[in-house]
């Protein structure tokens, strides 16, 4: 009662307007308000309004330079039989054709078992698994001999393993890269891949056979010691995955955002709320209250593991058929038959059983390695600005006119530079966006409940259609006068002009764009309408977490 009369004495009437003491309490009321309307507002406008600092984002760039080491592996594979062409000479087309695809018809494994692994152990436990096949892959190629080709074939198995592994590495990318941030971060996959290639070529014209693969077994060991050291585990990952880790998730996400508190308590508050939510929506999520635990549990795990077998929201299906849709054109746009097969490619080009003059075929393809790393680097450079949609459409344009070049140009009898240029032009312009983009892509469009499973299916499916182009490209361009060289880059030029046109047609900007705005876009008008209020019910739930 005394507490009750002297509350009500404290807030009588009695004291003056003039006063110090209402002075006091009208400008903290006011400061208040202006604060909760500030909050009210930035909630609406993607929270965050102001500009990270590099010093900001030099946790999780340092975190993507560390994972994305592992991309250079499949492009240190994809020319690596070109390696091969440089100390052994095949005479058989059959047995070139299978050192290529049998790589290519092993990757699938590698990234089926990924997409499963990753949800089941974590992201950075699945990097380190993925240097176990990789490391065994470049231990058999450092004591064989070329002559024995069983062996090669059993490294190449084990390398496919691996490099079907490394494309989730998007998935970890996009889940640590802050919104704003994001695709520039996912575009240093083409830049690390053009690394990868340039790397193996390189090294492959200055040593030896055995110096050439040890070279690359130290090269795994190293990236995976970095990848044990310098990788924090997903905070997504941990939010969505092991909802009883709350402590282990906030000190992941204090590692990537160290220093600004603000930017961190936001992005702990999204991670949070939107793994709360399901990529079903929200009847889904508000069903899962309605169950126990167990009966929760097992439905999400059926959804990850057989995501295919239940049915899906239009969150999860559409972005599937465009991802892969974008997958088919892109193997039918011929950007791998000519990196796989690049001394082929161009000795067939040029007319000749070599290149000629001063230059040797693995110093042409060294020179060629260069351009297309500077092409991914200025093409990462900018998607900041332009995004990873214009990209994409130049790209398959530059690689329609230049495969069209090829096939317009190309005759035994006449001079191979103009057919040379296109086919250097096309090689180049693939570096842009059709040869990585797709790629990325998975970790930008896909949901976070299916991200990993349905994104290791979709590489599964790329890569066996790329098995398929790789094993039929050496017979469709065999010597035969000419025309087969012809009709196949007019065959190039159509598949990359149909991928300008679908990229055009059906793929969104994902440039700036945050998760829940992405799956907004693809789901119906009952979701869209839940999204719209699930973002004005926000701020509502920000200060009541606060």
């Not at 149909?498 to 799956?519: C, N, Q, S, W």
Request: charged fraction near 15%; proline fraction near 4%; aromatic fraction near 10%.
């Amino acid at each position: 009662m005394s507490c009750t009369m002297a509350y009500s004495t404290f807030t009588t009437p009695l004291i003056s307007r003039n006063s110090r003491v209402w002075k006091n309490y009208q400008t903290i009321l006011n400061g208040l308000q202006f604060k909760s309307n500030d909050i009210i507002k930035n909630v609406g406008q993607n929270v965050t309004t102001n500009k990270l600092s590099w010093g900001d984002l030099f946790p999780q760039i340092l975190a993507s330079v560390v994972a994305f080491l592992l991309v250079t592996q499949p492009g240190i594979n994809m020319v690596y039989s070109n390696i091969f062409l440089n100390h052994y000479e095949f005479t058989d087309v059959s047995e070139l054709s299978w050192l290529t695809s049998i790589l290519v018809f092993c990757t699938p494994i590698g990234a089926i078992a990924i997409g499963f692994i990753m949800d089941r152990i974590g992201r950075k436990n699945a990097f380190l698994l993925t240097s176990v096949p990789l490391l065994i892959s470049w231990s058999i190629a450092s004591v064989v001999r070329p002559e024995n080709m069983r062996l090669i074939y059993a490294c190449r198995f084990f390398a496919g393993i691996g490099g079907g592994m490394t494309s989730m590495v998007v998935v970890y990318v996009s889940e640590i890269a802050h919104s704003s941030h994001r695709q520039i971060l996912l575009s240093l996959n083409s830049v690390f891949f053009s690394i990868g290639v340039l790397f193996a070529t390189t090294v492959g014209s200055l040593f030896q056979w055995q110096t050439v693969n040890v070279i690359f077994f130290i090269f795994t060991a190293l990236t995976t010691v970095l990848l044990a050291v310098f990788l924090p585990e997903s905070p997504v990952w941990l939010a969505k995955f092991r909802s009883d880790r709350t402590y282990d998730a906030r000190n992941s996400l204090r590692r990537i955002y160290p220093k600004n508190d603000q930017v961190f308590m936001e992005e702990l508050d999204r991670l949070y709320h939107d793994a709360t939510t399901t990529a079903d929506g929200p009847e889904v999520h508000q069903s899962q209250h309605s169950i126990n635990c167990e009966q929760a549990t097992k439905r999400r795990r059926l959804k990850q593991c057989c995501w295919w077998l239940s049915p899906q929201p239009r969150t999860v299906t559409r972005p599937v058929r465009v991802l892969a849709t974008v997958f088919l054109l892109q193997q039918l746009s011929g950007c791998y038959p000519v990196i796989f097969y690049a001394v082929p490619v161009m000795r067939s080009v040029a007319g000749t059983s070599a290149l000629g003059g001063p230059y040797s075929d693995m110093e042409a393809m060294v020179a060629l390695g260069a351009v297309r790393l500077l092409t991914s680097v200025v093409a990462c450079a900018l998607s900041l600005h332009v995004g990873r949609r214009p990209l994409l459409i130049a790209s398959s344009l530059a690689m329609a006119c230049s495969a069209a070049l090829v096939a317009l140009t190309y005759a035994p009898t006449a001079s191979p530079l103009w057919p040379l240029i296109g086919v250097a032009v096309f090689a180049c312009s693939g570096s842009a966006g059709v040869l990585v983009f797709p790629w990325t892509l998975i970790g930008e469009l896909l949901p976070v409940s299916v991200r990993a499973a349905a994104g290791a299916s979709l590489v599964a499916y790329a890569y066996m259609l790329m098995f398929v182009v790789l094993k039929v490209f050496p017979y469709a361009v065999a010597d035969d006068g000419g025309g087969s060289v012809v009709t196949t880059f007019a065959a190039f030029a159509t598949g990359s002009l149909a991928m300008a046109a679908y990229v055009h047609a059906r793929l969104p900007e994902t440039l700036g764009k945050r998760f829940d705005e992405i799956e907004a876009y693809f789901a119906d008008d009952k979701h869209k309408a839940a999204a719209t209020c699930d973002a004005r019910c926000k701020s509502s739930y920000l200060m009541t977490s606060l």
